[in-house]
């Protein structure tokens, strides 16, 4: 068969639409068979193939022999005062990621994460610090949002939506760990199988990707799957982007913007959020908003300020609230809509940029931040069982 090269097991999450469609052809099995175990797998978020009932037996047990439905194995499960809920999850070889769960009254947001680690360490990120572990396969991505759906549902999760029949999880942002466009393919698969009707069913406009700039897979998705945008811009001029987002030194801010400018014309929202995080002396004086205003004057879009959330041995400090709030008001002067991110899961290091800062990591870099660190890491809770 040829979708099982060597006999490997295939595991059903890794596959899109098209990718179980040709699995299903190579299988000797009607395409309609592609929707309907889709249906199976993403709506009603069975984890085995005995459990899709209208199959014939036969079918079950030729399809048990060679595939699997395997989400990243849970060793963390933790709430925060304020309901976010984060998951720890096995990325193999002592690597984890994260998916963080965040309740709001009229959706239920999960921020996922993309890659172990990231290759294009920021200099203000924990991911980034701990360097570049690998790529999640698409089955890991999307086993993030099956996995926190079974779970949400198996704990009697209640909302308006679901009583409507929706699943718990109503909108994705792809913010948590890794930069999504340095993992194209895996990240753009994912994405189509939570677009698609006959799997989440998510529009795209509930579907967010933040960037830190990679142009050209900007521009490849602008043609294949244009999705919500957020760009981490954090600096308002090449020189501090640089040292702040050293992958500027590719792509600066004059080509990511126009990139960015481009994606509009295909995207769902008719504005793009750009993220920018404040960092005490760093970037935050009223200059800086200045500067930040007049450079994406020619772009629809929303501004999203978020307080830096600390790690150990990081050279930074978090503005003060004072500053931030100035730094705010001139930006809504300029007439922009200008938030001010909500930390949200500090109790449980689930914020932006904390996540997996427990976890083992082996580079030098790392090895030299937990030397540093003032206290000891911690433990993440036991996993509770899945159904
Ligand atoms: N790699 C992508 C998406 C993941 S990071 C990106 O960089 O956009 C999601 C957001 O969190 C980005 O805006 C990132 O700059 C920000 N971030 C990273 N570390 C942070 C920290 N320690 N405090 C606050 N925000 C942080
Ligand atoms: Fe990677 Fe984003 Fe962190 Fe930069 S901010 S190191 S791109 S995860």
């Given at each position: 068969?040829?979708?099982?090269?060597?006999?490997?097991?295939?595991?059903?999450?890794?596959?899109?639409?098209?990718?179980?469609?040709?699995?299903?052809?190579?299988?000797?099995?009607?395409?309609?068979?592609?929707?309907?175990?889709?249906?199976?797998?993403?709506?009603?978020?069975?984890?085995?193939?005995?459990?899709?009932?209208?199959?014939?037996?036969?079918?079950?047990?030729?399809?048990?022999?060679?595939?699997?439905?395997?989400?990243?194995?849970?060793?963390?499960?933790?709430?925060?005062?304020?309901?976010?809920?984060?998951?720890?999850l096995d990325a193999g070889g002592g690597n984890a990621v994260e998916a963080v769960y965040i309740p709001e009254d009229d959706r239920g947001t999960l921020c996922i994460s993309s890659q172990a680690g990231c290759p294009l360490d920021c200099a203000f990120c924990a991911t980034g610090k701990q360097g570049f572990n690998r790529n999640l396969a698409t089955g890991e991505i999307v086993g993030q949002l099956w996995h926190a759906n079974r779970a949400l549902v198996a704990d009697g999760f209640d909302a308006p939506w679901v009583r409507q029949g929706h699943a718990p999880i109503t909108n994705v942002v792809l913010m948590g760990m890794g930069e999504p466009l340095a993992n194209y393919d895996n990240v753009r698969a994912a994405l189509g199988v939570f677009l698609d009707d006959d799997a989440y069913g998510l529009s795209r406009r509930r579907v967010t990707l933040s960037t830190s700039g990679l142009v050209p897979a900007l521009e490849r998705l602008r043609e294949d799957c244009p999705v919500a945008l957020a760009v981490s811009l954090h600096a308002a001029n090449d020189a501090l982007r640089d040292r702040l987002v050293p992958i500027n030194r590719k792509y600066p801010l004059a080509r990511l913007l126009e990139a960015t400018r481009r994606y509009l014309e295909r995207a769902p929202r008719d504005f793009v959020t750009f993220e920018y995080v404040m960092l005490d002396g760093i970037n935050d004086s009223l200059e800086d908003a200045r500067a930040l205003a007049r450079l994406v004057r020619e772009i629809p879009c929303k501004l999203n300020l978020i307080p830096w959330n600390p790690f150990p041995g990081a050279p930074f400090a978090t503005s003060p609230r004072s500053r931030i709030l100035a730094?705010?008001?001139?930006?809504?002067?300029?007439?922009?809509?200008?938030?001010?991110?909500?930390?949200?899961?500090?109790?449980?290091?689930?914020?932006?940029g904390q996540l997996a800062g427990q976890v083992r990591d082996r580079t030098r870099r790392q090895l030299r931040l937990h030397a540093a660190a003032a206290s000891p890491a911690r433990q993440p809770a036991p996993s509770r069982s899945l159904p």
């Open positions: 068969m040829q979708t099982s090269p060597g006999g490997r097991v295939i595991n059903l999450l890794d596959l899109d639409a098209a990718g179980l469609a040709a699995f299903f052809a190579d299988f000797g099995e009607k395409p309609f068979r592609a929707k309907q175990v889709s249906h199976w797998l993403h709506q009603r978020l069975v984890g085995e193939v005995g459990s899709m009932t209208d199959l014939a037996r036969g079918l079950r047990e030729r399809l048990a022999a060679v595939v699997e439905i395997r989400a990243p194995a849970v060793f963390g499960d933790t709430t925060a005062a304020d309901g976010t809920r984060k998951w720890l730094f705010q008001q001139a930006l809504i002067d300029a007439g922009y809509v200008t938030t001010i991110r909500k930390t949200r899961g500090e109790d449980i290091a689930a914020a932006c």
